[in-house]
């Protein structure tokens, strides 16, 4: 017979006029496939399998021309079933009311269990045997899909645990495994039944929780989790407390798996900073989204020098004349108008493109002096103040650029008023004074800005060159109805003339705030009373109109 030189199962299947199916002939191997399967027996494939069910109305589909030539199929349940593909394949007619086609029988189980088996691999932490990232992804498109009782929802935690990397490096990775494999169960001990753990990452971890009273579900999940990891690990011979952080996001109808994992995974960056854990809350992700695109606008627009100083006019309290400017950073974009600097500057700080920024800033500052000077014709009683960020102390060779910048203008080191603020002291007070001391030794004023809103230490101010402070517009601006700003505003004013220093006020508004902080002994204001942040070529213009009031 033809059909045994076959290597695969197959039969022919015959249909009759009135489409009734018949089997007609098979080979041996047939006969094994269907005593392996679940059919009781081999006389009860006509009735089981030709007469109704998946088989047979796939096969009257074909003979009608509406199915494919393949069918894949399961037989069976659970670890024993089996799995099959059947390919069909027209045979010529013997007689002509009748159809028939030839059925081959390939089974797939092992192929189906071994690609089983190497996907939950895949999707399998091997250290902790937790789910990993992709499963995690996974479980929250089907956790979206599954509405449940349609009483609550479920959101996402991501839990990264704190200082793991520094536990590896002084304990080795065996240990660091061991802390890993531990946390995981306790973190598993924390959850309800139905709430699901996976892997995500080195040291975080993704949690789905069914919220059945809506987010206060997901705060005591939270809670729990940290009431858990309370208790010391013990790692060797050591007993170590850890801590970790949690961030939660709330899934909203249409949320996408990735999405959600994300917006907790940005809370969880939240929760690093403040302590607690934090919930996601909608529009964060998309004002982060926003600093990025500043950021990458921010080095194209310093590239392309599209960058501006605006000159604000620092005024001498007792004459009205003006003794200098600060120098203001400014950007117009192209496309998305002006930008203030409280949104780039904190951006530039977060990238370190500040030490970019303010090494232009001084080079444009330094410029600006000489062009006034060129275009007086004599050297002008002028200083600028240029603002310098603690991350530029910290990270960069500050002496060597305000040289470079005024070897480059051509002018003296006493035109230059460098302003800082009192955290580039607190992070690192022995580079600090290094670092001042080399500012001094080019003839440039020191003044430390927002004085008293900080972490003020007198210590610092008897040890450091310090010739100004600038008294912040806090203070300032109540001034003329809190006691305590008043008291404040003294009390700075007698410590900066009992260490010979000068003062600045800023915010200056109105013009009694003016008089009052002159009379009190402050020597230079600056604020909108007197003008807002100047171009070059107006700031100029100012100084001339204001010298002429002698």
Sequence with gaps: MLLDALPIAAAVISRGCTGTLTLDAHNNRFEDAVAQSTVPGFDKVTETCLRDGLLHDHLQGWFDGRNSDELDFRDGWGLEARHYRLRLALLPNAALDRSRALLSVVDRTTEVRTERSLREEMLRDSLTGLPNRVAFSEMIEAATLDKGDGRGGHAVLVVDLARFSRINESMGSLAGDELLITFARRLISALRAGDRLARTGGNEFGIIVALRRGVADANRAADRILETISTPFRLSELEIRVECAIGVAVATAGADAEELFRNAQFACKQAKGSGRPEIYEPGEASAARRRFSIETELRRALDRDQLDLAYQP?????????????????WNHPDRGEISPNEFIPVAEESGLI????????????????????????????????????????????????DDALRSAKIGGERISLELTESCIVQDPGRATRVFDALKSLDTTLAMDDFGTGYSSLAYLQRLPIDVLKIDRSFVSALMVDPDSVAIVRAVLSLAEALNMKTTAEGIETRELAATLGALGCDLGQGFYYARPLEADVALDFWRSRRRRR
């Design 314 to 330: 620092l005024i001498d309290l007792n004459t009205g004349e003006v003794a200098g400017f600060e120098a203001l950073a400014r």
């Design 355 to 402: 030490l970019s920024l303010g090494r232009w800033a001084m080079h444009r500052a330094a410029a600006s002096l000489a062009q006034w000077d060129a275009t007086a014709g004599e050297k002008l009683p002028v200083k600028v103040a240029v603002n310098l960020s603690a991350i530029q102390v910290a990270r960069d060779d500050v002496a060597k650029v305000v």
